[in-house]
């Protein structure tokens, strides 16, 4: 007997009980054979998903979803949803989830609320993103089993961070698990950096899309706010070489952005020339450098060090 044929027995034995008696309540029939129920269908979901060979994804959206029902009153967010494009939606308010492919998730009910748009915290633009390769799932459950072990603080308290660097964000790193285990194919996220350090970062694969909100930690206020102070001393510049050439200011802002795109294509053609030089010493034990070739090389790197 399978999970879907006891799961038929166990519906059809709450049939039979009065409906005078059907209350969902802890120690009565009812109620017993109602958990019983409710357990087999997320069992049969699981099973489910791991035909499709989605397991993974299945229990880490079904955890965080059923974290929110006992959690949190928004009962909008129990529950999946699909949008207008039939893709699967799955949020907490602070990640979410969006699956061209459904999971086998509990259906959402009628009255659980009117879902929002994803749209409205998936970036359309990325201009002011970085795009940063992920790490594995293997780094990220290894560095939260060490935080937990180094953690002396109250029970409930514990939070593992993952910093993606200098000038990059900080993230919870279990929501950085989960979302690499739901999409384990995503091999880059986008970080804001600057003065979007605080935006959601964003992941895109072939299984579909997801966000997760950074954490602020002193590092990166402190580069916030030198990127805001930053940004107000080069709004300054323009406005005064603006009205040193008589020029409306947008031309000089315009004019400063080709120039800042050109100066990064060239810092880039460099840093890709280099790369090459270095991979050609790496594969070949007796690579020795001819002179024109050290003077090429100092010269790069002094071009490379202009440009930057």
């Given at each position: 007997?399978?999970?879907?044929?006891?799961?038929?027995?166990?519906?059809?034995?709450?049939?039979?009980?009065?409906?005078?008696?059907?209350?969902?309540?802890?120690?009565?029939v009812?109620?017993?054979?109602?958990?019983?129920?409710?357990?087999?269908?997320?069992?049969?979901?699981?099973?489910?998903?791991?035909?499709?060979?989605?397991?993974?994804?299945?229990?880490?959206?079904?955890?965080?979803?059923?974290?929110?029902?006992k959690?949190?009153?928004?009962?909008s967010?129990?529950?999946?949803?699909?949008?207008?494009?039939?893709?699967?939606?799955?949020?907490?308010?602070?990640?979410?989830?969006?699956?061209?492919?459904?999971?086998?998730?509990?259906?959402?009910?009628?009255?659980?609320?009117?879902?929002?748009?994803?749209?409205?915290?998936?970036?359309?633009?990325?201009?002011?993103?970085?795009?940063?390769?992920?790490?594995?799932?293997?780094?990220?459950?290894?560095?939260?089993?060490?935080?937990?072990?180094?953690?002396?603080?109250?029970?409930?308290?514990?939070?593992?961070?993952w910093?993606?660097?200098?000038?990059?964000?900080?993230?919870?790193?279990?929501?950085?698990?989960?979302?690499?285990?739901?999409?384990?194919?995503?091999?880059?996220?986008?970080?804001?950096?600057?003065?979007?350090?605080?935006?959601?970062?964003?992941?895109?694969?072939?299984?579909?899309?997801?966000?997760?909100?950074?954490?602020?930690?002193?590092?990166?206020?402190?580069?916030?706010?030198?990127?805001?102070?930053?940004?107000?001393?080069?709004?300054?510049?323009?406005?005064?070489?603006?009205?040193?050439?008589?020029?409306?200011?947008?031309?000089?802002?315009?004019?400063?952005?080709?120039?800042?795109?050109?100066?990064?294509?060239?810092?880039?053609?460099?840093?890709?020339?280099?790369?090459?030089?270095?991979?050609?010493?790496?594969?070949?034990?007796?690579?020795?450098?001819e002179?024109?070739?050290?003077?090429?090389?100092?010269?790069l790197?002094?071009?490379?060090?202009?440009?930057?």
């Amino acid at each position: 007997m399978n999970t879907q044929d006891i799961l038929t027995r166990v519906n059809a034995a709450m049939a039979l009980i009065p409906k005078d008696d059907a209350y969902a309540i802890p120690g009565t029939v009812f109620g017993e054979l109602s958990t019983l129920a409710s357990d087999l269908e997320a069992k049969l979901r699981l099973e489910y998903a791991s035909s499709k060979g989605a397991t993974d994804a299945t229990r880490t959206i079904t955890k965080m979803l059923n974290y929110m029902k006992k959690h949190d009153c928004r009962e909008s967010l129990h529950y999946a949803w699909l949008d207008s494009d039939g893709r699967q939606c799955a949020c907490d308010g602070y990640r979410a989830y969006r699956l061209k492919e459904p999971l086998p998730l509990e259906p959402r009910p009628e009255n659980a609320g009117e879902a929002f748009d994803l749209n409205g915290v998936i970036p359309k633009d990325l201009r002011g993103y970085a795009a940063v390769p992920l790490p594995s799932l293997q780094e990220v459950k290894a560095h939260i089993a060490v935080e937990r072990a180094k953690y002396t603080g109250k029970r409930g308290g514990f939070v593992a961070l993952w910093d993606f660097g200098e000038g990059k964000p900080v993230v919870n790193a279990e929501y950085l698990r989960d979302l690499l285990q739901v999409f384990p194919d995503a091999a880059e996220i986008f970080c804001g950096v600057g003065t979007k350090l605080y935006s959601p970062l964003y992941v895109r694969c072939d299984a579909g899309e997801a966000v997760l909100l950074p954490v602020r930690t002193d590092r990166t206020k402190a580069e916030i706010d030198a990127a805001r102070k930053a940004k107000e001393d080069a709004e300054q510049a323009i406005q005064a070489q603006a009205e040193a050439e008589g020029r409306d200011p947008e031309y000089i802002r315009e004019r400063e952005e080709r120039r800042a795109k050109r100066k990064a294509q060239a810092k880039k053609a460099l840093d890709e020339q280099l790369n090459h030089i270095r991979m050609e010493m790496a594969l070949s034990e007796d690579y020795a450098l001819e002179l024109d070739e050290f003077e090429y090389l100092v010269n790069l790197m002094d071009e490379i060090g202009m440009v930057a």
